[in-house]
């Protein structure tokens, strides 16, 4: 788990537009906030609590999570590696009643990839951002969505078995997952 750190105000300079995105007819909106910034809000105590943004490759879904990232691990699921087109995915856990949708885009687009999972998406670009299961207090977010991924190092790896065989995993198995008794 990582404190919350000061207000690092730094300046936003945005990417010369990829040329992968020729068709591109509206321009990207302007951030709610600085990419890589932390801004620490307080709760009624007074107490900080660390808000990080995070947001789609065509900025039109923008996101705030409050708190510290919890569990962060990569996956290799036969979902992940689907809608990833990658071999893992690193999630990012924070309290789903910490998730406020800021950007122009409001929620993502929502797919049922299990009975009880949902995965949001922009409906724009297609960056996949979240993942929510029924009945959990947390919501997983990409961690390459978020603009500031300090803290975020994965601590396992779940579904390390249907890992590509050219993958090297160093990585600790899902912390998380039911473990045999001990004799």
Partial sequence: MTSARADERQTWNPMPRSPHHSRQTDPPTAPSSPPGSTN?????????????????????????VQGAPDDPHLCSCRHETRISGGPAVLWVGFRKDGLTWTGPGGEPTWYATWPTLRRGFCPRCGTHLVSVADNSEMIMVTGFSLDDRSGTDPVGHSYRQDAVPWMTIALADDPHAPRPASP
């Fill in 40 to 64: 620490p809000a307080f709760d009624a105590s007074g107490t900080a609590i660390a808000l990080r943004t995070g947001r789609c490759q065509c900025e039109h879904i923008v996101y705030q």
